[in-house]
Structures are given as C-alpha cells and as structure tokens.
C-alpha cells in the first residue's frame, strides 16, 4: 500500500482539462511544500514534471499545473492531447523515517 | 548530455546478491543526493534508498532496511546498491535518480535496470 493516495485512473477528451489527486498526511504533504509529480510512459524512465508543488522544470508544457490544499496536492493537464496519455506518479518529502514517498499511480486515457 | 547509467542487473536466485550500479555523466557527481527508486512489473514507483553528497547520511526503505546497501564514489561519478537476501518481490526494474542538494525533487533519471529473483 503507497504512502500517498491517488487515484487508478482519469480519462479525457483532447482539449479538456483534468485533474490528477494526491492524497497524504500531516508527515507529508500537509506540512511541506515538497510534491513533486512524475509522467512515465509505458517502457520509459519518469519525467520530472512539477516540483515543489507547482513549479515547472524548463521544457515542461504550461499546460501543465499543481496545487495544494491542506493534505492533498493535485495535477492539472489542461487542453489534453493525446501525448499525454501515460502513468502520472506524485511524491512528497515525508517527515517519517522513509525521507520519500510515492502515490501508486494514476493512468491517464485520452479518449 | 547529463545522463544517468544503471548497470548490473540480472537473474539472482532468492537468498542471492546483486550489486547494481549507476554512473553518472555531464554534470558535478558530487553535488547531487542520490537514490534508488524501483518499479515492479505492473506496480507503481518504489522509493529504496537515498544518500547525501557525501555519503554520511542514508535512508531505506522498511521493505529494504537491514538488506540493502547504498553507497557512491564521487571520484568514480558512481553510485551503487549492495542488495543481499533477495526475494521474489524485490524483482523490479532498478533506476537511479538525482536530487540537487536542499531539495526534494529527482530532475534527472537512469533508464533503469531489471533485476530478477527467481528460481
């Protein structure tokens, strides 16, 4: 069972908007503004995609955004395109003896 | 080109041992943290392990704690995993990942290394 919370999966229309949750604790999320979020395609490494919590890395589409509210922390892909379709992965710092988390995951479908 | 290569993996027998490795390339080896991060076939990202620039600090995993060990050599650009007592579960594919010095994201990833524990 992962630390953080997310959801199996979220499907869209290209062109629509949706939001990816992530849900933690006070050890985690709740407390420190560490949440990063990862894209991975199937047989691919992760990209770094957000970090601390709503910061883009260079070359990283503005169509993607983060949040955060109280212990959940959220990924937004606005205006789908079909490239998007992949497993998107949430981390935090944890304040536990672990130092890192993970969520288990969520798979986008574009529709 | 900063680039991260994990070599070392393969088939081990449970009760085995493996060390994998990752050497790095195209940016200061030393001034990064480091970890280990798996992925089990059809599972999701596994954090294994970190350890700080200089190697004085070291977190695992519950699922790894007392049965693998991290350690680097910033004279070599490398990082390795000392894994000893593998299980069937901790087959996984291996990657290796970065975290610049006061901050808690990985920029940078390996393409990763299968291990395999199976008799």
């Known amino acids: 069972q992962s630390a953080l919370t997310q959801p199996a999966s979220v499907s869209g229309s290209p062109g629509q908007s949706i939001t990816v949750s992530c849900s933690g604790t006070s050890s985690d999320i709740g407390t420190y503004d560490y949440v990063s979020w990862y894209q991975q395609h199937p047989g691919k490494a992760p990209k770094l995609m957000i970090f601390?919590?709503?910061n883009r890395p260079s070359g990283v589409s503005n169509r993607f955004s983060g949040s955060k509210s109280g212990n959940t922390a959220s990924l937004t892909i606005s205006g789908l395109q079909a490239e998007d379709e992949a497993d998107y992965y949430c981390?935090?710092?944890?304040?536990?003896?672990?130092?890192?988390?993970f969520g288990g995951g969520t798979k986008l479908t574009v529709l | 080109e900063v680039q991260l290569v994990e070599s070392g993996g393969g088939l081990v027998q449970p009760g085995g041992s493996l060390r994998l490795s990752c050497e790095a390339s195209?940016?200061?080896?030393?001034?990064?943290?480091m970890n280990w991060v798996r992925q089990g076939p059809g599972k999701g990202l596994e954090w294994v392990s970190y350890?700080?620039?200089?190697?004085?600090?070291?977190y695992y995993a519950d699922s790894v704690k007392g049965r693998f060990t991290i350690s680097r050599d910033n004279a070599k650009d490398s990082l390795y995993l000392q894994m000893n007592s593998l299980r069937a579960e901790d087959s996984a594919v291996y990657y290796c990942?970065?975290?610049?010095?006061?901050?808690?994201?990985?920029?940078?990833w390996g393409k990763g290394t299968t291990v395999t524990v199976s008799s």
């Open positions: 601390d919590v709503s």
């Open positions: 981390s935090s710092y944890t304040s536990s003896s672990t130092l890192v988390v």
């Open positions: 350890i700080s620039r200089s190697g004085s600090t070291i």
């Open positions: 195209g940016f200061t080896f030393s001034a990064y943290e």
């Open positions: 990942a970065r975290y610049l010095a006061g901050y808690y994201f990985m920029d940078v």
